[in-house]
């Protein structure tokens, strides 16, 4: 999602839309590093926590169950320091 749809659209889709549900900033602007570190990854937060997700069957034959649990600040560490560490936390 770019720049304009989260900071533009968005809003406006909340307001007809009052359940739609949006990753707020900082779990967007990972998944946005995490894609440009060329990682087609998910991050996101519900109430148990955050989590990093690899959708896809090209990673998991399990794409709904595959999420690991993982802080902001452990995640931007990973980025800063070396994102191809990344998918090795997944098990095979």
Request: hydrophobic share 30%; with cysteine; proline share 8%.
């Given at each position: 999602?770019?720049?304009?749809?989260?900071?533009?659209?968005?809003?406006?889709?909340?307001?007809?839309?009052?359940?739609?549900?949006?990753?707020?900033e900082?779990?967007?602007?990972?998944?946005?590093?995490?894609?440009?570190?060329?990682?087609?990854?998910?991050?996101?937060?519900?109430?148990?926590?955050?989590?990093?997700?690899?959708?896809?069957?090209?990673?998991?034959?399990?794409p709904?169950?595959?999420?690991?649990?993982?802080?902001?600040?452990?995640?931007?560490?990973?980025?800063?320091?070396?994102?191809?560490?990344?998918?090795?936390?997944?098990?095979?």
């Open positions: 999602m770019s720049d304009h749809a989260y900071h533009e659209v968005v809003p406006g889709l909340r307001e007809r839309l009052p359940h739609l549900r949006v990753s707020d900082r779990e967007w602007r990972l998944t946005r590093r995490l894609h440009a570190a060329g990682l087609s990854f998910d991050y996101y937060r519900d109430d148990e926590g955050y989590w990093l997700c690899r959708p896809g069957l090209e990673h998991t034959a399990y709904d169950a595959d999420h690991l649990k993982i802080e902001p600040d452990e995640l931007e560490e990973l980025l800063d320091r070396d994102p191809s560490e990344i998918p090795e936390l997944f098990p095979l």
